[in-house]
């Protein structure tokens, strides 16, 4: 399958000339093409923001949700047809400042869906405020005398949460990143990937050539099913550590809640019987 398979013929693409949404776009295309997953298997979910228009320029099944609630309908249709393929997709400020809260109690359930999150340290939609990720100091028309909050470091959190998959992948690096995609998307249970990514019209301090120099792969000799050493690596900053960092494997939230125990139909292709069904459910009505 070639990544072209993805493509919507005539798209006007909203964002920057050298955004790095751009750079995710074309990986996630390389990714999908080599697992050869078919675009009617597929549902993308985001919510609101510049990297949450992604989906829109996949020729794929979306659902677009309200600002920082895509990873709860994502959750539902993972577990409606576990069939699917199901990816989540956002940036920092919808994933883990609206959508903080989704994000904590998403890698308590460990629904089986793979959560990409473009983080490029600012809201870019809203031109350009700090994000739960900006850098202390950073300064924007907002915080004019620069941010004094502690950023959320996301990959620190989720090991600290015993999340299923952790990764840190970098939007300069198309073939690295597709290739932790590959991993994510294969990987069953929930996968974060939290991808360094420039926004070149407002962050001209996190620039692409800062990422660069900011970061490093990490080597062979990181075992990601240790989880004192991934929080090691999780909490390391000068230079931020990419790839995949943390691996635990559990039972998703689709096992574990029951609908699937006995390898059942998707619930979409259930016989619904609602006459029967309902019958008892108003015998139990005291």
Not at 8 to 29: Q, V
Not at 140 to 156: D, L, R, S, W
Not at 252 to 281: D, H, I, M
Request: net charge negative.
């Amino acid at each position: 399958m070639k990544p072209e398979t993805y493509d919507i013929p005539g798209i006007d693409i909203a964002w920057c000339p050298g955004c790095g949404n751009f750079l995710i776009l074309k990986a996630l295309k390389k990714a999908l093409a080599e697992l050869e997953i078919d675009p009617k298997d597929l549902v993308m979910v985001s919510g609101i923001g510049q990297a949450a228009k992604i989906p829109h320029y996949l020729r794929t099944n979306f659902f677009n949700g309200l600002h920082g609630r895509a990873l709860p309908p994502a959750t539902a249709i993972k577990a409606a047809n576990p069939k699917l393929t199901v990816i989540c997709e956002s940036g920092d400020g919808d994933m883990y400042g609206e959508g903080g809260n989704h994000m904590l109690h998403a890698i308590r359930r460990n629904p089986d869906i793979a959560c990409i999150v473009h983080d490029n340290m600012v809201y870019g939609l809203t031109k350009g405020q700090a994000s739960p990720t900006s850098r202390m100091g950073f300064r924007t028309p907002v915080q004019v005398g620069g941010v004094f909050e502690e950023p959320i470091n996301p990959i620190a959190l989720a090991v600290a949460m015993d999340a299923s998959f952790v990764a840190r992948a970098f939007s300069g690096d198309i073939d690295g990143m597709a290739e932790i995609i590959k991993q994510a998307v294969r990987h069953k249970g929930f996968a974060l990937i939290d991808v360094f990514q420039p926004c070149v019209s407002f962050n001209k301090t996190n620039t692409l050539q800062w990422f660069k120099e900011n970061t490093r792969a990490l080597g062979d000799d990181h075992d990601p099913r240790d989880r004192a050493a991934a929080f090691a690596r999780a909490i390391e900053t000068d230079p931020f550590p990419l790839g995949v960092i943390y691996v635990n494997e559990k039972p998703t939230f689709e096992e574990n809640v029951g609908l699937y125990a006995e390898g059942g139909e998707p619930l979409p292709f259930r016989s619904l019987e609602r006459g029967e069904k309902l019958r008892e459910l108003m015998k139990t009505k005291v």
